[in-house]
């Protein structure tokens, strides 16, 4: 992932954009599109190719090869606390590090200087010299980076909810999180960012918009095909109905999106 951070910032300098708000987009897209297919690929051959080329398992071979609900609810909830833990120790932990070692070294600093000079320091020198031994933060990366992270998880918790529904709560439970660490990050490990005023959230709007489109898909499909449901209690569906009411499932869906949009 990060081998392929330095890929996109490299191929998006070479593309020469007119303007730092395409630029951003580019960027943004690169790395978001990545990471969707990295982290969503390995649910969706579980979902929807797994049945079909080798089964889900003993427990399900009476259910003609199974259903691989139980191993789509089990991979969406590693990668999701995986994910999670690793948002964890890069934004939080690793930085709460180095600002330990910052305050050291400032600790260091203000000593030697009342040593040399026996003046009391104003209290606005101190509050200097705090800002000065924060790391300095790199708006355009650190913006992306973290939207980016709000964008996986979205698609986490909309592509597979089927699966595992309990991942709205753990999403909430990670927002919430994330947001605290964001705080304690700007006030204790990183000079704060100035502020700017934006027209839009740039292409993040489209990207949301992709994944609750592919949502809409991949749930009716998941529920339909991989948890197969059976609307009727004398038969089951046959596969040309179950593709034929995926279908009508969808159009409904995207209908009431496009009538409240």
């Known amino acids: 992932l990060v081998g392929?951070?330095?890929?996109?910032?490299?191929?998006?300098d070479r593309e020469n954009h007119r303007t730092n708000q395409r630029y951003m987009n580019a960027l943004a897209s690169k790395l978001f599109f990545f990471n969707f297919f990295n982290f969503n690929v390995t649910l969706t051959y579980s979902a929807?190719?797994?049945?079909?080329?080798?089964?889900?398992?003993?427990?399900?071979?009476?259910?003609?090869q199974g259903t691989c609900y139980k191993i789509l609810?089990?991979?969406?909830?590693?990668?999701?606390?995986?994910?999670?833990?690793?948002?964890?120790?890069?934004?939080s932990l690793l930085p709460g590090i180095k600002s330990r070692r910052a305050r050291a070294t400032r600790a260091k600093t203000l000593a030697?200087?009342?040593?040399?000079?026996?003046?009391?320091?104003?209290?606005?020198?101190?509050?200097?010299?705090?800002?000065?031994?924060?790391?300095e933060s790199d708006e355009l990366k650190s913006n992306i980076a973290d939207m980016n992270v709000l964008a996986i998880r979205f698609s986490f918790s909309s592509l597979y909810i089927l699966s595992l529904p309990a991942i709205v709560a753990l999403s909430w439970i990670a927002n919430f999180?994330?947001?605290h660490n964001d705080v304690r990050k700007f006030l204790h490990s990183?000079?704060?960012?100035?502020p700017c005023a934006a027209?839009?959230?740039?292409?993040?709007?489209?990207?949301?918009?992709?994944?609750?489109s592919l949502a809409v898909v991949t749930n009716t499909c998941t529920l339909f095909?991989?948890?197969r449901w059976t609307p009727f209690a004398d038969r089951a569906l046959d596969d040309r109905e179950r593709v034929a009411a995926a279908f009508v499932a969808q159009y409904i869906i995207f209908t009431i999106m496009f009538v409240i949009e």
Request: hydrophobic share 35%; with cysteine; proline share 2%.
């Open 48 to 64: 929807f190719v797994q049945r079909g080329r080798e089964g889900c398992g003993d427990e399900d071979k009476d259910a003609d």
């Open 177 to 179: 999180t994330e947001g």
């Open 199 to 212: 027209a839009s959230i740039g292409s993040w709007t489209q990207i949301y918009k992709f994944i609750a």
């Open 73 to 91: 609810e089990q991979s969406l909830g590693t990668i999701f606390l995986t994910k999670t833990l690793a948002n964890y120790v890069t934004d």
């Open 190 to 194: 990183e000079r704060r960012q100035w």
């Open 225 to 227: 095909f991989t948890v």
């Open 112 to 135: 030697k200087l009342e040593t040399k000079d026996a003046a009391p320091k104003p209290k606005a020198f101190h509050v200097a010299m705090r800002d000065l031994a924060l790391q």
């Open 4 to 12: 392929y951070s330095f890929l996109a910032t490299y191929l998006d």
